[in-house]
């Protein structure tokens, strides 16, 4: 059973390069990688919170969240 | 032929959770990943340094920085 990943971004430029580069470099034998534009789906800002993200993009795998540079503070996308 | 990702760190807790977890997970199908402890090879700080990593622990695809959370500024290996 594949590990579920989340990759939470904004759509910003710094959010697509990590997309396109490191989400999608993920394993796909062994990870399944969602990816969710906190933009398009505001609603889920609140997962993306719970789960321990500051700001994005960022992983979510295992319980753990990995900051990949900055794009935008979750704080902002909430304005 | 595989793609050449360096992955910098300074075996900090935040950097050995980034490589088990993060590193660790990329497509070995796809890309080769080469651990580099700055901390015992402080010679190539300068080689991180040129290839623009300003914290590890970070990933370096393709000419992209992926600094990922915070463990140590890359400042802070040359004391």
Redesign the interface.
């Known amino acids: 059973m594949k590990t579920n990943?989340k990759f939470y971004h904004a759509g910003c430029p710094v959010c697509e390069?990590?997309n396109s580069?490191?989400a999608a470099?993920?394993?796909?034998?062994?990870?399944a990688v969602e990816v969710v534009h906190l933009g398009r789906v505001p609603e889920r800002i609140r997962e993306a919170e719970a789960a321990g993200v500051k700001s994005v993009p960022a992983?979510v795998?295992?319980g753990?969240?990995?900051?990949?540079?900055h794009g935008a503070a979750l704080s902002d996308l909430k304005r």
């Open positions: 990943v390069e990590a580069e490191l470099a993920l394993d796909p034998a062994r990870f992983l795998m295992q753990r969240v990995f900051h990949v540079n």
